[in-house]
């Protein structure tokens, strides 16, 4: 076991999935392969139109997610039921895969994710 301290900046991301003028995923991964995520998605932004294509079109988002939002409302849909809950400041949240989503009003949602 490593007794040294990694740190990583969203800045410097190992990857980007850039959602042009509706939003994008910034990605790290730190050694033990642990993996962090900075999302921004502007007004507007749609699961369904912005991100499923850069996915190879899935019929719903594939990846559980475990975050926390900062800021804006994120409505998010299990596909297969329809249940819809909206993520908001402050709320750290788990989201099984199979779902969907799109921002709710005018203002840019911003979620940390976290992956092991």
Not at 16 to 22: E, F, G, Q, S, Y
Not at 95 to 115: C, K, Q, S, T, Y
Request: proline content about 8%.
């Amino acid at each position: 076991m490593s007794e040294a301290i990694e740190t990583r900046r969203f800045e410097k991301p190992d990857q980007v999935l850039d959602m042009k003028a509706r939003g994008r995923i910034s990605i790290i991964k730190m050694a033990d392969g642990t993996t962090g995520m900075h999302a921004i998605f502007e007004p507007g932004w749609v699961w369904e139109v912005d991100e499923k294509p850069l996915l190879g079109h899935p019929p719903s988002c594939p990846m559980r997610h475990t975050g926390y939002c900062i800021a804006g409302r994120l409505v998010v849909r299990m596909v297969q039921t329809n249940a819809k809950t909206t993520i908001g400041p402050g709320d750290f949240f788990e989201i099984p895969a199979g779902h969907d989503a799109f921002v709710e009003g005018n203002e840019r949602v911003e979620l940390v994710l976290f992956a092991p």
